[in-house]
T-cell receptor, first 117, second 113 residues
Framework: AQSVTQPDIHITVSEGASLELRCNYS??????LFWYVQSPGQGLQLLLK??????LVQGIKGFEAEFKRSQSSFNLRKPSVHWSDAAEYFC???????????????FGQGTILTVHP | KAGVTQTPRYLIKTRGQQVTLSCSPI?????VSWYQQTPGQGLQFLFE???????NKGNFPGRFSGRQFSNSRSEMNVSTLELGDSALYLC????????????FGPGTRLTVT
């Protein structure tokens, strides 16, 4: 069965510092990967996605992620963090689950990002 | 374009009751998926609907059911509520085609007492 691991439950960075959030997946076929962000009491906002092609994908809010098949990873990065980036971040893999589309998402447990001024 | 809307936003029910949650997808989207989010289990897939048909289903008991209408709006029903059903229920919409991204609503916070 597919699975997603986010090794870091909580990360603290200073404003202006760089950020990397780790994500490892287990999936038998070509993965279909996403990063979402969730602010307290809110739904999930899509940051970026990887379907195929270029392994470095750009997203909203200055985020990027790199797909590394050999390492089964899809790490999220941002060169300079802003206080407004404080939130919980989720990595997810899309799965057919026997259906006809990749509508089922399997999520990691999330990484809470705290930003110090 | 308006985003995904979910009603109600907050709900308090008593154990044994049933509840219906509603989701209106982004205009033009034909797929609606439902997820349950709890502190202990995280985000878990409930089911996916596309053109009024359930296409995928997660590992939840039969008390959890859903449906989709011809205008793509979806409802989710939980019967015989248990304390463990307290959660944030998130709905997501997308095109429903081969590869597609999903856009989430703000969720319905269900508390079972």
């Amino acid at each position: 069965a597919q699975s997603v691991t986010q090794p870091d439950i909580h990360i603290t960075v200073s404003e202006g510092a760089s950020l990397e959030l780790r994500c490892n997946y287990s999936y038998g076929a070509t993965p279909y990967l996403f990063w979402y962000v969730q602010s307290p009491g809110q739904g999930l906002q899509l940051l970026l996605k990887y379907f195929s092609g270029d392994t470095l994908v750009q997203g909203i809010k200055g985020f990027e992620a790199e797909f590394k098949r050999s390492q089964s990873s899809f790490n999220l990065r941002k060169p300079s963090v802003h206080w407004s980036d404080a939130a919980e971040y989720f990595c997810a893999v899309g799965d057919r689950a026997g259906g006809t589309s990749y509508g089922k998402l399997t999520f990691g447990q999330g990484t809470i990002l705290t930003v110090h001024p | 374009k308006a985003g995904v809307t979910q009603t109600p936003r907050y709900l308090i029910k008593t154990r044994g009751q049933q509840v219906t949650l509603s989701c209106s997808p982004i205009s033009g989207h034909r797929s609606v998926s439902w997820y349950q989010q709890t502190p202990g289990q995280g985000l878990q897939f409930l089911f996916e609907y596309f053109s009024e048909t359930q296409r995928n289903k997660g590992n939840f008991p039969g008390r959890f059911s859903g449906r989709q209408f011809s205008n793509s709006r979806s409802e989710m029903n939980v019967s015989t509520l248990e304390l463990g059903d307290s959660a944030l229920y998130l709905c997501a919409s997308g095109s429903g085609l081969e590869y597609y991204e999903q856009y989430f609503g703000p969720g319905t916070r269900l508390t079972v007492t």
